[in-house]
């Protein structure tokens, strides 16, 4: 059996919102690692990894303030292109 979600008539329908969500899964020093910003939040990690992280969520918000964007303006495939130009401008 299908179950379909209803909405009341006294719900509005809210605006979805995209996000980015980062999980690290190296951490072997215990520390708990949270970081929040403008569309991201990010969670775990090694202190390096994290920290990669961290400077590619604003990496990709830096470029989608340049092209006038926010991140619920993207398509998917843009979003992709973005985030694999950052990451490749990032290693080297």
């Known amino acids: ?7 009341s008539a006294q719900t ?3 605006k979805r919102r995209a996000s980015m969500l980062g999980v690290g899964l190296d951490n072997t020093d215990g ?3 949270i970081t929040r910003g403008d569309n991201f939040t990010l ?3 090694s202190e390096e990894t ?3 992280m961290q400077e ?4 990709v918000n830096e470029t989608l303030e340049r092209k006038g964007k926010t991140l619920d303006e993207t398509s998917p495939q843009e979003f992709r292109d ?3 130009d950052v990451v490749d401008r ?3």
């Open 50 to 52: 994290h920290s990669i």
């Open 56 to 59: 590619t969520a604003v990496k």
């Open 43 to 45: 969670c775990g990690g």
């Open 1 to 7: 059996m299908k179950l379909k979600k209803t909405r």
């Open 31 to 33: 520390q708990v690692r």
């Open 90 to 92: 990032l290693r080297r």
């Open 12 to 14: 509005p329908p809210q």
């Open 82 to 84: 973005i985030l694999f």
